[in-house]
């Protein structure tokens, strides 16, 4: 077994944004899309989610990622946690992109980051989670909001992941 980078969400994300939310850090392009009631929806390229032969997990993959060099980029979403209101949601490599990852996803929906799991109890990154208004609404302007939010947000930068490298465990 290596060291992992351990990201915590809060139990009130979707698998979905957050595949769209890893798809837009590593690099992928994304639209808004125009729905019916005059709203829109974003939509990543290159991103997709789904379930696993393991009932308590989903896989996250962003093909071609422009963060990881034009190569694919795979991540497991664990439904079940071991904090209550948190799900153990990521377990990738303690490498500076997954941990510069970790990071914007917790500034993004609240959550916390371990960025070596060497057993201590403790996490290096910690942000209050948002409310249901915010990271899971079901209609009207909160769900925009979630929309554009997702649609603007800009891909790890070169600095952002170079400022990780002294905090993980292997540096590629």
Not at 81 to 99: D, H, K, T
Not at 106 to 126: C, N
Not at 131 to 150: F, K, M, S, Y
Request: net charge negative; aromatic share 8%; proline share 6%.
């Amino acid at each position: 077994m290596g060291v992992d980078c351990i990201i915590a969400l809060p139990d009130n994300v979707r698998l979905r944004t957050v595949a769209k939310v890893v798809g837009k850090l590593l690099g992928k392009a994304s639209a808004l899309k125009p729905l019916e009631d005059g709203g829109q929806y974003v939509e990543v390229e290159g991103i997709s989610a789904g379930m696993t032969s393991v009932p308590e997990m989903a896989e996250i993959r962003v093909a071609a990622a422009p963060v990881f060099d034009g190569l694919d980029a795979s991540l497991f979403y664990h439904f079940e946690g071991e904090e209550p209101g948190f799900r153990l949601l990521l377990m990738p490599r303690s490498v500076p992109a997954w941990i510069a990852l970790g990071r914007r996803l917790a500034d993004f929906f609240g959550g916390k980051v371990d960025y070596q799991d060497l057993g201590e109890d403790s996490y290096d990154h910690e942000v209050p989670a948002r409310a249901d208004a915010e990271n899971c609404p079901t209609n009207d302007g909160p769900w925009q909001d979630l929309q554009d939010r997702v649609h603007a947000l800009a891909p790890l930068s070169k600095a952002e992941v170079r400022a990780c490298r002294n905090l993980a465990r292997y540096v590629t």
